[in-house]
Nanobody, 121 residues
Framework: QVQVVESGGGYVQPGGSLTLSCATSGTVFAVYNMGWHRQVPGQQRELVAR????????YYADSVKGRFTISRDNAKNTTYLRMTNLRPEDTAVYYC??????????????WGQGTQVTVSS
């Protein structure tokens, strides 16, 4: 059984910073692309950042470029999202996804339960 668990969300004032973590556990043979998404109630979930298995970020949403940084630690099967200069419009539930081989022959897209980020003065 595979689990994907986000942590690190919270309340921060505009201009502040937060680092989100996403850890995978369970029966994991390999972890491929990992990504961070966010969703505001009533709106579609949007991709914020994505990173390849080798650790290369290959996507940032225009709205977060220069402020957010995605990284990963393959020894821990964990990805991070460092968020700086946060704005009220960054307020959302942030979700992590990971493409994981849970057997030698199968790969699925696993999602975490989300972590709330609130940016407000």
């Amino acid at each position: 059984q595979v689990q994907v668990v986000e942590s690190g969300g919270g309340y921060v004032q505009p201009g502040g910073s937060l680092t989100l973590s996403c850890a995978t556990s369970g029966t994991v043979f390999a972890v491929y692309n990992m990504g961070w998404h966010r969703q505001v109630p009533g709106q579609q979930r949007e991709l914020v950042a994505r990173i390849t298995a080798s650790g290369n970020p290959n996507y940032y949403a225009d709205s977060v470029k220069g402020r957010f940084t995605i990284s990963r630690d393959n020894a821990k099967n964990t990805t991070y999202l460092r968020m700086t200069n946060l704005r009220p419009e960054d307020t959302a539930v942030y979700y992590c996804n990971a493409f994981i081989s849970n057997t030698p022959r199968t790969t699925y897209d696993f999602w975490g339960q989300g972590t709330q980020v609130t940016v407000s003065s």
